[in-house]
T-cell receptor, first 112, second 115 residues
Framework: QKEVEQNSGPLSVPEGAIASLNCTYS??????FFWYRQYSGKSPELIMF????GDKEDGRFTAQLNKASQYVSLLIRDSQPSDSATYLC????????????FGGGTRLMVKP | KAGVTQTPRYLIKTRGQQVTLSCSPI?????VSWYQQTPGQGLQFLFE???????NKGNFPGRFSGRQFSNSRSEMNVSTLELGDSALYLC??????????????FGEGSWLTVV
């Protein structure tokens, strides 16, 4: 079992819709959870991070964390074609400093 | 505020050579981590330095090494390059401490091609 799992996609949504990206993790001691967006040929760009159970909103993005079920999700409202990218989920395990463990990423395609 | 700066951005090396990559973190950040990204393996952690000390190390051979200087700038070195070392090498910068709430930013990366 991989430590961090994501559906590789592609996830295809129409412009203006809500895109829902999911991530599960295996280590219950994981403490911080990050979402990055990566365009082809570019480096990961931080979207947001969350470390408390519940929702965290930032503009069109909402991260949801459920530690009991060991999953974290990212919702993108009013999806735009410019949101088409690979979304990477990463976690920091307990006592792991700033060591990020990444999932394989989900490729999102937003169609006009 | 300047971001994470990595140099060089692109380089081509020959098998058996060695390479040194440099990373300047965001001003005030004391933690620098290095990652390797390949199409087959995804993003994999190499090592993390905090206040000039290696705090964590990933599962890579000893050919991969790094260090951090007193100004928090970091270098990583790969010796005896192999074709499989061709990858995007990413540097990540954080305030440090590893506590909840640390944001972690990536540089633009160094694209290494080994021929």
């Amino acid at each position: 079992q991989k430590e961090v799992e994501q559906n590789s996609g592609p996830l295809s949504v129409p412009e203006g819709a809500i895109a829902s990206l999911n991530c599960t993790y295996s280590d219950r001691g994981s403490q911080s959870f990050f979402w990055y967006r990566q365009y082809s040929g570019k480096s990961p760009e931080l979207i947001m991070f969350i470390y408390s159970n519940g929702d965290k909103e930032d503009g069109r993005f909402t991260a949801q964390l459920n530690k009991a079920s060991q999953y974290v999700s990212l919702l993108i409202r009013d999806s735009q074609p410019s949101d088409s990218a690979t979304y990477l989920c990463a976690v920091i395990r307990n006592n792991a400093g700033n060591m990020l463990t990444f999932g394989g990423g989900t490729r999102l395609m937003v169609k006009p | 505020k300047a971001g994470v700066t990595q140099t060089p951005r692109y380089l081509i090396k020959t098998r058996g050579q060695q390479v040194t990559l440099s990373c300047s973190p965001i001003s005030g950040h004391r933690s620098v981590s290095w990652y390797q990204q390949t199409p087959g393996q995804g993003l994999q952690f190499l090592f993390e330095y905090f206040s000039e000390t290696q705090r964590n190390k990933g599962n890579f051979p000893g050919r991969f090494s790094g260090r951090q200087f007193s100004n928090s700038r970091s270098e990583m070195n790969v010796s005896t390059l192999e074709l499989g070392d061709s990858a995007l090498y990413l540097c990540a910068s954080s305030l440090g401490g590893g506590a909840n709430g640390n944001t972690i930013y990536f540089g633009e990366g160094s694209w290494l091609t080994v021929v």
